[in-house]
Every structure is written in C-alpha cells, then in structure tokens.
C-alpha cells in the first residue's frame, strides 16, 4: 500500500478539483528470479503474472491468454475454499519479496511503474487475507465479507462466465467446458466450507440480504436440476460450430448429478444462517468488522482516508453538484422544493419513461447503441491515440438481475477475440430514464471501462490482470464528465441533470457506505438519505444499498478517484500553461494504466516533465 504524501488526497483538494469545471479545449502546443536488468524486470514481472493467473484460471480466458503452453487453465476453475487461499497468499508474499528485491536502477519509467502497481496490490491483498473471513481480491474491486450471497459466490459468477467469456470454436474447447463443469462442484465446497467456517466465528450477513441469495439459489437450482442453462450453452455452441459429440448427455450428468447437490448444500448453510440472522446492515455489527472495513476502504480508494474524512468528502461534493443542478431544474420548470424534490418529479415525468416491458427493453437495448455511436465518433477530440472501442451490449441473466446493479462494464480480451461488454438490468424499464442512460453509457463503455481496459490490455500482463476501485471507477466517472465536455447533453438539458445527478449520486454512496458500516445507519435510513436528497427511485436505490452492505467500501472509491483524476488535470493546467492540450493530458492516464492513486500521480508527473 502506498502512503499518500505530498501529492495528497485531503478533503479540501478534493472539492477543490470538483470545483475547477474546465472546459474542454484542446490547445496546440514461479521460477528461478531473473537476472537484473530491462529483460529482467519484464521476465519477472510475467513470471508473477503467472503465478496469480494459477490461481484465477477464469482471469486468463476473460484475457484471452489461456493459449499455448497455457492452454490447460482453460480447463480449470482454480482452487477455492480456505486452504486455497492460504496457499494463494503465500504465493503473494513471495512475489511480493521479489518485486521488492529487483534492482529498479535503469529501468524504464512503465516498468518501474509495474513494479509500484504489483507492490500496492499484493500488499493490500496480503493485509486482507490475514483477516479471518471474506473473498479477498486481488487487484480487483470485489471487496466481499461474505464468500456467498446475493451479488457474491460462484452459483452467480461461473454460469454468466461460462456462456459469455469461456470460448466454444472447437472440440478442445468443448473439452475444456465440460473439465469446468467438473470442477464447479470442487468450488462450490469451497465456498460452503468458508461461509460454514466464518458463521462459526459468528459471522451471519444480514437477513435481508440472505433473503435475496436464498431466492436466487432457488432459481438457480430450478434450473441447474433440469441441466438448464449451463447445458444448453454448450449444445447452442457445438451445434453451431458443428462439433461432433454427446455434449448435452455428458453436461446434464454434471450439471444434474454433481453440481445440483453442492448447491443445494449451499442453499442449505444459507437457510442456517437466515435462522440467526439479524437485520443489522454494517460491518461494525460483525467479528473484527472496524477492521474488515478499514481495510476494504483502503483496498477500494488506495488511500489512507478515514471513514469520517470519507463521509464529509461526500456531504460536501454533494452540495457542490446539487448547487449546479438548481438552476437547470428551473430553467426547465422545475422551481418548488428540493434538488432532491424535483429530480423526484422528474423521473415521474412520462416524457422521459421508457415502455413497459419487452417493447421498453428493445427500446433501452437501441437507446444505447445509438449514444455508443455518438461518443465513438468523439473520441479523437479527447485522445492522441484511439483503442478500438470493441464491445457488445447485453442484458444481465435474468436470474441474476434481482441482486444486481443497474449496469456494469469491462474490457474484452487482449488479443480482442472477445469483445468488451456493457452489462444491463432490464429486470423493469422503470429501472431506467432517458436523461440517465446517456451517462451509463459514457460510464460503462466509450471513454470509460470498455474504452480504458483496452489501453491497459496492451501493458504487460500483470498490468491487465490488476486493476485498482479506485482508477478504474473513478476514470469511468471522470469519462461522464469528459462526455458533457464533448457535448453529449448539449441540445438536452435533462440529460446533463441525468449527468449530475448521477455524479451526485456517487458522492451520496460516499455518505451511505460510510454511514452503514461506520455510523451505524439502518437499511431504511441508507435508502431514504439517496430518495430525499438525490431524488433517487427506491426501485433503483433498495439493490444499491444492499450491493454496499455486501461490498463494503467499494462504493466510495468512484468518486474519490474521479476527483483525484480531475485535480492531477488542473496540477498539469496549472504547470503547462499554453502548452496543455486535453487530448494528452487523457492519454497519460491512460497510457499509464490501471493504477493506484499515488502512481497516477507520479505517472501525470513524468507526463507534464516530458510535455513542458
């Protein structure tokens, strides 16, 4: 973990670098360690890549790297349960010492900046794998106290991995989903053993919670125990591909015989706990939960702010973007109560309602497509070198839908065989708004997750694999500010409201996280805080606050890195004066990788050493 010093977060430079709207202007102007040395550096730094990558075989195939002398991970799930973590960690310590040990004299500055990333994350993650519960990340944005439950546990995870990123073009493939299939049953008692373990330590999520996961796991079962829809991806997939074989046979014994009965010994645990559960949503009601959730802020801002310092940051970034929400609202009509009052109003008004039902989600699934094309076209007055912006928009299962998000992103592959996708709720179009979708879309694919994963792809492969809440979450909000730069709600005033009540609503989460999980907040209380002084609908807000009570800190890091991003971009105004331009300013975080927020700073340092 990096301390943050001089080039510091506190919480006044944080509203300051809200504050400071720039507009957009572009102006001119494990094997034996390897010796020392460039070589060197980069033989190791793959050498750890692939030392995780063991460990997350799922990882590989969503890079597409699961090829050549790696090709048997595709085959694996990777080890689960305690013992497979302890092994996991020692792993991380290991590597960790060797980073640390490398000669980083006359290394070039990406390389040394590796070397930063690999010591934050292995140092943050070790630090979490010493607490007695949880599924740790590493390098990653999943900060999860309970190893299953409603958006958390492989009964979700490995049937969406299956279908959407495990690759089907010939029998080696077809192969290697049934050896999944065969290891899922492994991974689910690994799983039951961690939650069965943490409940012993008086470890119980809280009711409602369970309630969701317990539903959830009946679906899933209704489904699995008729071979259901992990079967029919592979049959749909050999049969298109004209892969000869008993697939459908071979996958319903697996799927019917084996996995059924290690869900439904989850189902059961689940079923035992809900018996002794209580309705407290934080962490501070759980063994050593100050603890747990001090480190997951750490882990989800990589800072060293305080849950207090946290809360205020949000109470005060929320009245600064309200402040430039009051006069849109009345230049639209808007005039009477609250900014909360009015966007409540507003997302009642059926001019920005989508149908009901399947003819609303044909008409959201078109929405987006149009406003990707929109944004793609853009990009070259925001960067110097464009990705190619490889995506696909889907819908979320239908069975995970209920314990989910509205939306979520990310890159595809590294070799770009599998696209990027943005991830969509359309359980009810009342989910949605036409003032706010334009901001999902910015958020979740072009310029922000699809958009940056594909510069970090190109990096060495640890650097692809490690990504920190932080950077990750904060570049995609910053992408909804860049957006409005670029115009996206210029000829519509209420999807720039859509715009800054989202961002408002990233300083809201701030406030809420922090109030369950350190100010002992209630469920009702967390939901209320987003409805009355955000104008958010309770439809949307009940799953968000029960992702922040499973994925405790998380939720805090987008908009501390979105503000962090933005006061490096008036550090490197300030410093070039006429020299700026927007478009490299963009680049070097970009170019820079997926980082905590300290190296970011040093990386726009070195961008405004070389751009002066």
Not at 22 to 42: N, S
Not at 212 to 237: C, W
Not at 483 to 495: Q, S
Not at 497 to 512: I, N
Request: charged letters at 25%.
């Amino acid at each position: 973990m990096h301390n943050i010093t001089d080039t510091s977060l506190s919480r006044r430079s944080f509203i300051g670098a809200l504050g400071a709207s720039t507009a957009l202007t572009v102006l001119p102007g494990c094997v034996t360690t390897p010796t020392g040395g460039q070589a060197g550096a980069e033989a190791l730094l793959d050498d750890i890549a692939w030392n995780l990558l063991r460990y997350e075989p799922t990882r590989a195939t969503g890079l597409g790297v699961d090829t050549g002398a790696h090709a048997a991970l595709r085959r694996q799930l990777g080890p689960a349960g305690p013992q497979a973590q302890d092994s996991k960690a020692a792993t991380l310590r290991a590597d960790l010492e060797r980073a640390r040990a490398f000669p980083k004299e006359g290394l070039d500055p990406a390389t040394r900046t590796s070397f930063e990333v690999v010591e934050s994350a292995y140092s943050t993650a070790i630090d979490g794998m010493a607490l007695p519960y949880g599924d740790i990340p590493v390098g990653s944005w999943r900060t999860a106290p309970y190893a299953v439950i409603q958006n958390v546990g492989a009964y979700i995870d490995l049937p969406r991995f299956l279908d959407s990123d495990h690759p089907i073009a010939d029998e080696y493939d077809a192969e290697a989903y049934i050896a999944r299939l065969e290891e899922m049953p492994g991974v689910l008692e690994g799983e039951l053993e961690k939650i069965t373990s943490a409940r012993a330590m008086g470890v119980v999520p809280p009711d409602f919670l369970l309630d969701k996961a317990i539903d959830q796991m009946r679906a899933q079962l209704d489904d699995v125990r008729s071979g259901g829809a992990m079967v029919e991806s592979l049959v749909r997939r050999t049969n298109e591909e004209g892969i000869p074989g008993n697939w459908e046979a071979r996958a319903t014994e697996i799927v019917t015989g084996r996995i059924a009965p290690a869900l439904e010994a989850q189902l059961a645990e689940l079923q035992r706990e809900r018996a002794v559960a209580d309705s407290d949503p934080g962490m501070w009601s759980q063994p050593r939960g100050d603890e747990w959730y001090d480190w997951s802020l750490r882990s989800s801002t990589t800072t060293n702010l305080s849950p207090d310092e946290i809360h205020e940051l949000g109470l005060e970034t929320l009245e600064n973007i309200h402040a430039r929400m009051d006069p849109i609202l009345r230049d639209i009509g808007y005039t009477q109560g609250t900014v909360g009052d009015r966007m409540t109003a507003l997302s009642e008004d059926e001019r920005f309602m989508f149908a009901e039902g399947d003819p609303g989600r044909a008409e959201i699934m078109a929405f987006i497509e149009d406003r990707v094309a929109w944004i793609r076209a853009q990009m070259p007055r925001a960067f110097r070198e464009l990705a190619s912006g490889n995506l696909e928009v889907r819908r979320l299962p239908p069975a995970e839908e209920p314990g989910a998000p509205t939306a979520y992103g990310g890159a595809g592959s590294v070799d770009g065989t599998v696209p990027g996708k943005m991830w969509i709720n359309l359980r009810t179009t009342d989910l949605h708004r036409k003032y706010d979708v334009p901001t999902l879309v910015h958020h979740e694919t072009i310029p922000g997750h699809v958009w940056e994963g594909e510069y970090s792809n190109k990096l060495p492969l640890i650097r692809s694999i490690l990504a920190f809440n932080a950077f990750s979450e904060g570049w995609a909000l910053y992408s909804e500010q860049l957006a409005d730069e670029l115009g996206a709600y210029d000829e519509n005033p209420a999807w720039k409201l859509g715009y800054l009540q989202d961002a408002a609503f990233r300083a809201c989460r701030m406030v809420v996280d922090t109030g369950l999980h350190h100010k002992r907040w209630g469920r009702e209380q967390a939901v209320r805080f987003f409805m009355e002084r955000n104008g958010n609908k309770r439809e949307q807000i009940a799953s968000e606050v029960d992702r922040y009570c499973s994925w405790p800190g998380q939720a805090t890091g987008y908009m501390v890195g979105k503000l962090e991003i933005l006061r490096q971009r008036e550090r490197a105004i300030s410093e070039l004066g006429s020299a700026y331009d927007l478009r490299d300013f963009n680049q070097a975080v970009v170019d820079g990788g997926n980082a905590p927020l300290d190296v970011l700073a040093g990386n726009v340092g070195r961008y405004i050493a070389t751009a002066g």
